[in-house]
């Protein structure tokens, strides 16, 4: 339908940015192949992407979620990819698709280029193909909850149902 996965990405972004931004945090908002990745450090990096627009199956919807694990504090990013996976759930109502995590997203580039002791997870907000609605429409409700995942992360909030990334 025109729509490029690069559109979606960066209206996310710059809504969560704004949401951010209004709690009163700072915020960068980084290309994927920025070179400010190099060394970058933050109290979190979270990369925002969207999942095929190919039809794969009926089974192909859904969000996803992987934290990087080469940190030096892996445990910080397995809270923060809890909060995000709980509390994108929350706002959109999507379910996680566990089975369709890549090596793409678990050994994603920008995990090396970054400080290790920054915490880093990567999402998959939908496919671009069964949840084109949601992605297209909806795109506040889909900010809100990366929001809430990091708001929850940053304020040491606790998760209902705590799971490896």
Request: hydrophobic share 40%; net charge negative.
């Amino acid at each position: 339908g025109g729509v490029r996965e690069v559109d979606i990405n960066l209206a996310v972004a710059n809504l969560v940015r704004n949401n951010l931004l209004a709690e009163g945090l700072e915020v960068d908002l980084l290309a994927e192949f920025d070179p400010l990745l190099n060394g970058y450090q933050a109290l979190a990096l979270v990369s925002i992407h969207a999942d095929s627009c190919d039809y794969v199956n009926d089974q192909a919807s859904g969000y996803k979620i992987s934290a990087a694990m080469s940190t030096t504090y892996p445990e910080t990013a397995v809270r923060l990819t809890n909060c995000l996976r709980e509390r994108y759930a929350q706002a959109t109502g999507m379910k996680f698709h566990a089975t369709s995590v890549t090596p793409d997203m678990t050994q994603y580039h920008a995990f090396g280029e970054i400080n290790p002791n920054t915490p880093a997870a990567i999402i998959e907000v939908g496919f671009m193909n069964l949840d084109y609605e949601m992605l297209t429409q909806h795109q506040d409700i889909v900010a809100r909850g990366i929001t809430d995942g990091i708001l929850c992360y940053v304020r040491n909030e606790s998760v209902s149902q705590p799971v490896l990334p």
